[in-house]
């Protein structure tokens, strides 16, 4: 396949370990989840050892890349079941076209209403929406690199490509600027467990903690903003 190829196609959609989907970028080479399951992987990193970690509402989250809106949809659920006001903003470069969102099996698979999933797609760029009472979401069509980040966060949801790929995304400088608009003691979760990340996160000033990872994966990271 060609590089003119590879960015014409649309990502493929893919079964992992645990029966959810993940989407295979051509362009790029890599997945978007982890192939030993992408929603117990979503939930361990995200959930598990970010969400569930905040005190207090609103939760003001971070989110850098939305991707197939996964993280997005487990943590919409989350706050549903607790009456928890969310406030979700998150950078997505370029969007997925609605016709791959429509094969996606998370709803299906989560018992939850395909319509609230399809809303998170659907809401408008660039313009806060109530997607339920508990939960708004600002979605920003832009570069992590080169974006303004609004408001203040207690949660950071990082979530893009690896440093194999995309190195330019996990660099100390762009760290920094997402470490300054989060508040004291807010939390930064990650997949990733690199020791370029760690050496990066903690020159951006955080406080980086090794956590066991998902299965399949060692470890993962958190770090907090002293």
Not at 39 to 52: A, D, N, T
């Amino acid at each position: 396949m060609t590089e003119k190829e590879k960015k014409r196609s649309l990502p493929e959609i893919r079964f992992t370990e645990d029966r959810s989907h993940t989407l295979w970028d051509p362009y790029l080479e890599e997945g978007y989840h982890s192939r030993h399951g992408a929603v117990q992987e979503s939930k361990h990193v995200f959930i598990r050892h970010g969400y569930r970690q905040v005190e207090g509402q609103p939760v003001r989250i971070l989110e850098a890349g939305f991707g197939t809106g996964l993280n997005a949809l487990l943590t919409l659920a989350e706050c549903m079941a607790e009456g928890r006001q969310v406030e979700y903003t998150t950078v997505e470069l370029s969007p997925l076209p609605e016709e791959v969102v429509e094969q996606l099996n998370y709803p299906d698979l989560l018992g939850l209403d395909k319509e609230l999933f399809l809303q998170l797609h659907r809401s408008p760029w660039g313009e806060r929406t109530w997607i339920t009472k508990h939960f708004s979401l600002l979605k920003l069509p832009a570069d992590l690199r080169t974006c303004t980040f609004p408001g203040a966060y207690d949660l950071v949801y990082y979530d893009a490509f690896s440093a194999a790929v995309q190195p330019e995304l996990w660099t100390p400088e762009l760290f920094s600027q997402i470490a300054s608009r989060m508040v004291a003691g807010g939390i930064l979760v990650t997949y990733a467990a690199r020791g370029s990340v760690k050496r990066a996160l903690r020159q951006a000033g955080l406080q980086v903690e090794r956590l066991p990872g998902p299965p399949g994966k060692r470890e993962m990271i958190r770090a907090v903003k002293p």
